[in-house]
């Protein structure tokens, strides 16, 4: 059964990823030890809707993980490269195909009436494709082709959804930061702390900025690794879909590339912020979370679908990123929303994705004039 990317727009409203696969709720007053985490609130008894995963219940087909070290790793791992060069080929290890997993649990609470959050998991396959390269940039893409086992034994899929962007720039010169309340300004860095740096500028599903910080690679013998600077960015949708009681995530980002995949892994501070956008006056941190996004190599899985899509749907997607860099380079600061007459900005664009490309003869300037439309109703 093939599934469109519009029934996977709906899907991922509710939980922040294509689709999920988490311990269902448990109703009983103590917690299996099969729901917990190594690391979580290991004395609680509590394992009902309180404490049990949230994201959702499904499961993915079978699939086969590829243990050997791959052609990415390898490439990284020959002597006598530059510094430079060793830092370019960990970027590109990235892509390739991947089986992937996202794991959040809040850890500390600093307030005296703090209640946890229930632990965040989701699943998902996704392919990161190599969008552009040079010596000093590097854009990946990543798309979402997803089967799921019914309980029936039916695979649903492929399920195909254009997911997250990283662009990597090498001593970039000025960011884009999130100044809380939906605002974004330019910042300029310091060249000391660009020098040798590299800035990563993540975007969400409809290429609206996410974060974007520097840092440095370190290579050791057995993983190569890269760790930002402290940056702002907006709650992601498993976030503010479910709550609001604070606005925005401070956090650090660690990319570690191994043999057989690469690890992300986050530390996030949960801040609650005035109305004029700085951290309130009174309890600004309401705790801190970490989280953990595996994706782990994968082989003779399906990607047909997936290629398919991005082979159609790219020239569209290029002009999307286009038209968002005019309206970044046009003004000092701009205000984002995520919706508009109730319709997500993602859901307006991933729409004319579908509806430009859908004859096979595309016109890029006039998909511009459509896109620009839609943003002017988001951008403020």
């Known amino acids: 059964m093939r599934v469109s990317g519009i029934l996977l727009v709906a899907l991922s409203l509710a939980g922040g990823f294509a689709v999920s696969a988490t311990a269902a709720d448990a109703p009983a007053t103590e917690c299996p030890q099969s729901l917990r985490y190594t690391f979580s609130w290991s004395l609680a008894n509590d394992c009902g809707k309180e404490f049990a995963p949230r994201g959702g219940t499904s499961k993915g087909a079978a699939l086969t993980l590829d243990p050997d070290p791959h052609p990415g ?12 060069e060793r830092d370019r080929r960990a970027i590109l290890a990235m892509a390739g195909p991947y089986r992937t997993s996202f794991e959040f649990l809040e850890t500390v609470g600093y307030t005296p009436d703090f209640e946890r959050s229930r632990p965040y998991q989701s699943w998902g396959t ?7 390269e040079r010596e000093d940039f590097i854009q990946l893409q990543h798309i979402m082709v997803m089967f799921v086992a019914m309980d029936d034994g039916e695979v649903m899929g492929p399920i195909v959804q254009k997911h997250w962007r990283q662009d990597w720039h090498y001593e970039k010169p000025e960011l884009l930061a999130y100044a809380g ?9 310091d060249p000391a702390q660009a020098e040798g740096s590299w800035a990563q500028s993540v975007y969400q599903v409809d290429d609206s900025p996410r974060y974007e910080a520097h840092g440095r690679w370190e290579h050791y013998p057995d993983f190569s690794t890269w760790i930002s600077a402290t940056t702002w960015r907006p709650l992601p949708r498993r976030e503010s879909s479910v709550r609001d009681d604070y606005d925005v995530l401070e956090g650090t980002n660690r990319h570690t590339i191994l043999h057989n995949g690469w690890v992300h892994e986050e530390e996030n501070y949960k801040v609650v912020l005035d109305s004029s956008g700085e951290r309130a006056a009174e309890r600004p941190y309401l705790a801190k979370e970490l989280g953990v996004n595996r994706y782990e190599r994968i082989k003779d899985f399906d990607w047909s679908a997936g290629d398919a899509y991005w082979t159609r749907t790219g020239p569209f997607w ?9 309206y970044f380079d046009a003004q000092p600061s701009l205000r984002i929303v995520e919706e508009a007459d109730g319709v997500p900005l993602f ?7 579908e509806t430009l490309t859908a004859n096979g003869v595309y016109d890029s300037a006039a998909a511009r004039e459509t896109v ?9």
């Open 73 to 84: 790793w390898l490439a990284l791992r020959e002597p006598g490269l530059s510094k430079h």
């Open 372 to 380: 620009r439309g839609i943003l002017d109703d988001y951008i403020e």
């Open 347 to 353: 859901a307006a664009l991933f729409e004319q994705a």
């Open 126 to 132: 996704e392919y990161i494709y190599v969008v552009e």
């Open 181 to 189: 309340n939906e605002e974004w300004e330019h910042v300029k860095v």
């Open 318 to 326: 290029t002009d999307v990123r286009e038209v968002w860099q005019d």
